[in-house]
């Protein structure tokens, strides 16, 4: 009889991790940046790929997943998540709230230096111009047109300014990632951290819930029948 318990155990173990296993299978695979330029689906230019949020699923075999916000101004825009490899998932750990990918008309591949979020729109006069404040600097400021586009970009209060431009204009140059003049970008990025909520308690609830399913099928009714006696 022991025996049989133990069996049923160990089945009803396999069904509950199964189950914390079982990752949508809509979720479209892309290992890496490549493969979402190639992507004719996802990329419509003009697009700018924003990085929302990154983390795994499953106990034993990993699925690794990112959520990301596509903004195409001239159509629809739409938050997304994706499966990629670990390599990719990994490269991009520091890169939460930023432009991971922008796509222009005309180019045939894809831009991939991450910058700050917006950095496709700053200096482009079909969006936007430049605002001189009384201290003497100058702001980005969008048209009327896209005054949404602060909000989806995770700008909150901020506001680049034309100095914040000239440096993002070097890095693209040089191709080396840029996470603000004091780092207010990104995964530890002050500005992130304020306009970007990450889905931590969600998932450590889920976690939660999962570990007290698999207490509960610990407690098999035989069990609880020699507790009381």
């Given at each position: 009889m022991g025996k049989i318990s133990l069996y049923v155990l160990l089945i009803l173990i396999y069904l509950g991790l199964s189950k914390s296993l079982k990752t949508d299978e809509k979720r479209f695979y892309y290992k890496n940046y490549e493969s979402l330029d190639q992507s004719t689906s996802l990329l419509r230019p003009p697009t700018s790929l924003i990085l929302l949020d990154s983390y795994s699923e499953g106990l034993i075999l990993k699925t690794y997943l990112l959520k990301i916000r596509l903004i195409r101004v001239f159509s629809d825009n739409k938050d997304i998540t994706i499966k990629t490899s670990h390599e990719f998932w990994k490269k991009n750990a520091p890169n939460i709230g930023m432009s991971i990918l922008r796509l222009d008309e005309g180019h045939p591949k894809a831009e991939i230096t991450p910058l700050p979020p917006g950095s496709y729109f700053i200096g482009s006069f079909t969006f936007g111009s430049w605002r001189l404040l009384n201290s003497g600097k100058r702001v980005w400021k969008f048209h009327r047109s896209y005054r949404d586009l602060p909000e989806l970009l995770g700008w909150g209060k901020w506001q680049p300014t034309k100095d914040?431009?000239?440096?993002?204009?070097?890095?693209?140059?040089?191709?080396?990632?840029?996470?603000?003049?004091?780092d207010e970008f990104g995964t530890k990025g002050s500005i992130t951290k304020a306009n970007f909520k990450r889905s931590k308690e969600l998932r450590k609830f889920k976690k939660e819930n999962f570990l007290l399913h698999l207490t509960k099928l610990f407690s098999l009714p035989g069990n609880a029948g020699e507790q009381n006696e």
């Open positions: 914040f431009y000239k440096k993002i204009l070097i890095h693209r140059e040089q191709k080396l990632p840029f996470y603000g003049p004091n």
